[in-house]
């Protein structure tokens, strides 16, 4: 089955070493930026559906800032509590070749 993809901007709109919320097929989707990868996650935190873009990127992490939990940015899954439940993963493209490429994001997430 094929990936629809939807752009959301470029690369230095989100490489600010701040994780921002994109809404793309209804879905709200946490974009993140570590090390020049971009990560696309959930943005509903999985404990009590806060927004994760308001807390703070950690490595290659999103901590809640609510109660604190943290989930992998890479898998989704959650790495400190109290969140038990991964967070979905949506698949990211880049088009052109520049050092500022259109990012692109899957419009569902991935299959787990
Ligand atoms: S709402 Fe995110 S850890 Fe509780």
Partial sequence: MSV?????????DFNDGKPHRVEVNGQDILIAVVDQEVYAVSDTCTHAEVSLSEGELVDCKIECFLHGAAF???????????????LATY??????????????????????
Avoid: Q, R, Y
């Fill in 91 to 112: 698949e990211i493209a880049l088009e052109g070749e520049d050092e500022n490429p259109l990012i692109l994001v899957s419009t569902k997430a991935k299959e787990k």
């Fill in 72 to 86: 992998d940015l890479k898998s989704g899954e959650p790495t400190s509590p109290p969140a038990t439940t991964a």
């Fill in 4 to 12: 629809d993809f939807a752009p959301i901007g470029h690369l230095v």
